[in-house]
């Protein structure tokens, strides 16, 4: 009787785990989805195409496409997409031709990951596989890496995006790091508001184009993003400076530091927290210029498109990292 009671309990236990996973196909969780992703990219990976590789140039392909109105979003796990001229070849008078013999034929490169006959461009199978086709023909170096990016996407901008993702991937071994930070300790005094677009005091006609978070000067500044550190050293308008790019196009600006946290140095792969430097009134001069102004952090956000980077309002995202902070703090 214990055994049957058992058996049906396992079993009713069994349909409902059944039942909700059959629920979670329908809706894929954020992290169901990485998961899908992360397949995808070791599954078209080899000894010579680290999967950080593959996943770098989706994400890039996934950024730009978020913020850029002249190219589609791609419907799909991966976000990588190709054009009619290289999926089908140039001279081909079929635009969606999926025949690989005809493709094969008009020398286009488009391929078939899934093996079932077709080379379809709304296969994630098919557009990985040609992805990664294309990039193992160049070699297994980064300097090869490099040099088929050059040749596909011609900016040396992008690639040193892509080449930045990558970094960040292979450093954490994982593509599930959407956590942020608020810049600076929430337990020192500090104040900041919404400085979009005030006129600035020192450097001609120049739009405020940032957040000034005003703090003591010696207060510890941390990396808001996963990120690699891109610039370091004096500029006259930002004083001691510090560059961080992430993986989502974003590129997060730091200014007027009285130092830098000495154990950091360019081409550094940091985490969200992570204190780079040190809250200071450095700049508007030449070198070690300082005092021209109260003790703040100047922050700023430059989103680049694939084309052209431009600056956007980090306020909104300081106030998000500052609430979900003040919470995490509260639960634990
Ligand atoms: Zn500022």
Do not use: C
Request: glycine share 8%; aromatic share 14%.
């Amino acid at each position: 009787m214990l055994r049957l009671i058992t058996l049906i309990s396992s079993l009713s236990a069994f349909l409902f785990l059944y039942s909700s996973e059959v629920m979670a196909a329908e809706e894929p969780t954020r992290e169901q989805i990485l998961e899908m992703r992360m397949d995808y990219y070791i599954k078209y990976s080899s000894v010579t195409l680290p999967w950080y590789y593959l996943a770098a140039v989706d994400q890039y392909e996934r950024n730009i496409q978020q913020v850029r109105n002249d190219i589609p979003t791609r419907e799909g796990v991966v976000a990588i997409q190709f054009s009619d001229d290289y999926w089908t070849g140039i001279l081909n008078p079929e635009m969606n031709d999926i025949d690989i013999t005809s493709i094969v034929l008009f020398d286009g490169n488009g391929a078939d990951g899934n093996k079932d006959g077709y080379a379809d461009r709304n296969n994630d199978d098919d557009v990985m596989y040609a992805m990664s086709e294309y990039l193992s023909r160049y070699g297994p170096t980064e300097k090869d890496f490099k040099r088929a990016l050059k040749d596909y996407y011609h900016k040396d901008e992008t690639i040193r995006q892509i080449l930045t993702i990558a970094k960040i991937y292979k450093e954490f071994e994982t593509i599930n790091l959407d956590k942020n930070a608020f810049p600076l300790a929430l337990q020192h005094n500090y104040s900041y508001r919404s400085t979009w677009g005030d006129r600035r005091g020192w450097g001609g006609r120049r739009m405020h184009e940032g957040t000034d978070l005003f703090a003591s000067h010696g207060v510890p500044v941390k990396s808001t993003t996963y990120g690699m550190v891109e610039t370091m050293g004096w500029n006259d308008y930002g004083g001691w400076r510090i560059g961080i790019r992430d993986m989502h196009n974003n590129y997060h600006y730091y200014a007027h530091l009285a130092n830098y946290n000495k154990g950091i140095k360019e081409g550094d792969i940091l985490e969200p927290g992570t204190v780079i430097g040190f809250v200071g009134s450095t700049g508007y001069g030449k070198k070690w210029t300082s005092g021209k102004f109260p003790p703040h952090l100047h922050y700023g956000i430059y989103k680049y498109n694939g084309r052209i980077e431009w600056a956007y309002d980090p306020f909104p995202s300081l106030k998000r990292w500052e609430q979900e902070e003040r919470k995490a703090k509260k639960s634990k």
